[in-house]
């Protein structure tokens, strides 16, 4: 019903930037908050970022407040995670997720909230 396809990840030195991309497809992608999550080797996944349908955004991690910024083009149906000044730290699979409730606009976010998920893109952050 709805497929997401992750992009942008990779291999980058502390203090660089990337910039991952989601494009969704197959349902009203405009009505949906979308979110960006990540899970380390051993650890839970957690919640990094969402974009609400009505444009607000929302952060979890607190360590990447003020580095990270989400962006949606609904035109492309497509949800951004724009990351600069990445550490070490940072190094996970990024997950792209849409939100299973319409119009959603507060900021209770968690994977259990999310309906679907696309298959992760790598972000490796060397010292």
């Known amino acids: 019903q709805v497929q997401l396809v992750e992009s942008g990840g990779g291999l980058v030195q502390a203090g660089g930037s990337l910039r991952l991309s989601c494009a969704a497809s197959?349902?009203?992608?405009?009505?949906?908050?979308m979110g960006w999550f990540r899970q380390a080797p051993g650890k839970e996944r957690e919640f990094v970022a969402a974009i609400k349908w009505s444009g607000g955004s929302t952060y979890g991690v607190d360590s990447v407040k003020g580095r990270f910024t989400i962006s949606r083009d609904n035109a492309k149906n497509t949800v951004y995670l724009q990351m600069n000044s990445l550490k070490p730290e940072d190094t996970a699979v990024y997950y792209c997720?849409?939100?299973?409730?319409?119009?959603?606009?507060?900021?209770?976010?968690?994977?259990?909230?999310?309906?679907?998920w696309g298959k992760g893109t790598l972000v490796t952050v060397s010292s």
């Open positions: 997720a849409a939100d299973r409730r319409p119009y959603y606009n507060g900021n209770d976010y968690s994977p259990v909230a999310m309906d679907y």
């Open positions: 197959g349902r009203s992608f405009n009505n949906y908050a």
